[in-house]
């Protein structure tokens, strides 16, 4: 598992602080706010997309938010950075399988949703969106290559899922659009039970941070105890742990529980742990939990499903540097208190397209090895 690196090693990266050397960033072309379907639901009147509607992001937003991904890019090469970047498709295009079709895809910006490296492996996510089940086909050059340069590369894809109208709760959106959030939080989180049904494994890539030998799977509207489940299994030799947060609607666990560097991890001041377990876990490890800051911005973004809490979605390059958003200049005091030297990039015209500077990326290449910071573990979590 902690084998040396070879000279021809392309993909290995085993948690989210160690020394980064090389990483996918997302593009911004063509992304569509996305055809309806059941997985997620879409209700913008005030940004003139009503519920059931479709269609492309503005040109002009794709431009600003592709400027401000190339101008990442640009940051990350000037420090060493290799960047690969996906193969954007006709995201308006009407996908379908045998099971059903779908009158648009969504995009490529986010390769943080799909694509989960451990080690060397890089395992390509179920997702639970119609509208991402060919999200794959993007990142597929940039694989095919690793697979070729690198003999140690395993390359994995989970289960794909049918997808059928038995992986959804019917009449789920309108329950869930009458409640109020303690009422979702008492309803859904509490009980680990949203839309998606336990009728086939499902999870996103971005509901799991990586820890060495222990990953955190964050259960929520994306991820079901299948798909938990399914990963256990699939990672014999890590320790899988399953959170869930004070959050009435979670949708991956990047601007929620982050770690920092060994021994700390920023958490959202809002969505705290409802798993007593995990927070039992980092006290007894010696893992301190910082509270976020409050996020620079109270309003999300026109036409964005990401919320102001990007403010702590970052990205670590080695355990005393970070990238940060920019504007969140309370976010930057905090870390820079915390001793990291803090990278400002500017990116909240990227969040419409489907988060921050973590989810735009995908780690190909850290240094370091797979260590277990969590020697003192809680039987049964
Ligand atoms: N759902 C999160 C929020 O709005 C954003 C996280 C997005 N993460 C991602 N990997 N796409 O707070």
């Not at 492996?121 to 993007?138: D, K, N, P, V």
């Not at 005393?320 to 930057?332: F, L, N, P, Y």
């Not at 990326?361 to 370091?368: P, Q, W």
């Amino acid at each position: 598992m902690t084998s040396p690196d070879k000279p021809s090693t392309v993909v290995c990266s085993w948690n989210e602080w160690d020394p980064l050397r090389h990483v996918i960033v997302g593009r911004a072309d063509g992304a569509m706010i996305q055809a309806p379907e059941p997985a997620v639901q879409r209700d913008w009147p005030q940004w003139g997309y009503p519920l059931g509607t479709y269609g492309p992001l503005p040109q002009e937003m794709a431009d600003k938010a592709n400027e401000q991904l190339d101008n990442f890019v640009r940051i990350l090469e000037n420090r060493g950075i290799r960047v690969d970047r996906p193969t954007p498709l006709d995201f308006s295009q009407t996908v379908q399988t045998p099971d059903w079709v779908q009158k648009s895809m969504f995009g490529c910006m986010p390769p943080r949703d799909l694509l989960l490296t451990v080690g060397h492996q890089i395992l390509e996510a179920t997702m639970c969106y119609r509208s991402r089940w060919f999200e794959y086909l993007c990142y597929r050059p940039l694989l095919e290559r690793y697979f070729q340069d690198d003999p140690d590369f395993r390359w994995e894809a989970a289960p794909k899922p049918r997808l059928t109208d038995r992986t959804y709760r019917d009449g789920f959106w309108q329950e869930f659009g009458a409640k109020s959030e303690e009422e979702r939080i008492r309803d859904y989180s509490l009980n680990k039970q949203w839309v998606l049904t336990e009728h086939e494994p499902l999870f996103d890539a971005a509901e799991v941070g990586r820890f060495g030998r222990d990953l955190f799977v964050q259960r929520s509207t994306t991820t079901n105890a299948g798909g938990v489940s399914w990963l256990r299994r699939h990672f014999p030799d890590h320790r899988i742990h399953e959170a869930v947060f004070y959050e009435g609607d979670p949708v991956h666990i990047d601007a929620t529980f982050i770690p920092l560097r060994p021994g700390l991890i920023l958490n959202n001041r809002k969505r705290v742990p409802l798993t007593a377990e995990l927070v039992e876990l980092c006290r007894r490890n010696d893992w301190e939990i910082v509270p976020c800051a409050v996020p620079a911005r109270p309003e999300k973004p026109r036409l964005s499903f990401c919320s102001p809490w990007l403010t702590m979605n970052t990205l670590m390059l080695d355990p005393k540097t970070i990238c940060v958003e920019s504007g969140e200049t309370a976010q930057m005091e905090l870390l820079d208190k915390l001793g990291f030297e803090v990278i400002p990039v500017p990116f909240w015209d990227v969040a419409p397209f489907g988060g921050g500077l973590h989810c735009s990326t995908a780690d190909v290449y850290r240094e370091g090895t797979c260590e277990d910071y969590f020697p003192k573990q809680i039987a049964g979590y």
